[in-house]
């Protein structure tokens, strides 16, 4: 079991950042691959960012590259997401989780932080 808690969000102006932190207790935070995910009203939940569990490899959704970078830091079981440049159309939910698996797939993340309300106004 892991349990995972993200912090960070708010409301900030187009073109200010953010950075989101997610906490995991539980089970071994190294051994997971950690995704971050964002569901804005009336859409479905979609993939922004991963991170393998070595932090050597990151992906990216095409709509924040660029903009946003995914890191972890596995000392303090930790994941952040630190958004630059932000949009109105970034404002959303914004949810960690965790997978045994390399993936960007929602249904293939096994646990799921409460999330992170995120709002960009123009």
């Known amino acids: 079991q892991v349990q995972l808690v993200e912090s960070g969000g708010g409301l900030v102006q187009a073109g200010g950042s953010l950075r989101l932190s997610c906490a995991a207790s539980?089970?071994?935070?190294?051994?997971?691959?950690m995704g971050w995910f964002r569901q804005a009203p009336g859409k479905e939940r979609e993939f922004v960012a991963a991170?393998?569990?070595?932090?050597?490899?990151?992906y990216y959704a095409r709509s924040v590259k660029g903009r946003f970078t995914i890191s972890r830091d596995n000392a303090k079981n930790t994941v952040y997401l630190q958004m630059n440049s932000l949009k109105p159309e970034d404002t959303a939910v914004y949810y960690c989780?965790?997978?045994?698996?390399?993936?960007?797939?929602?249904?293939?993340?096994?646990?799921w932080g409460q999330g992170t309300q995120v709002t960009v106004s123009s």
């Open positions: 539980g089970r071994t935070f190294s051994s997971y691959f």
């Open positions: 989780a965790v997978a045994k698996v390399a993936t960007m797939r929602a249904n293939e993340y096994d646990y």
């Open positions: 991170i393998s569990w070595s932090a050597t490899s990151t």
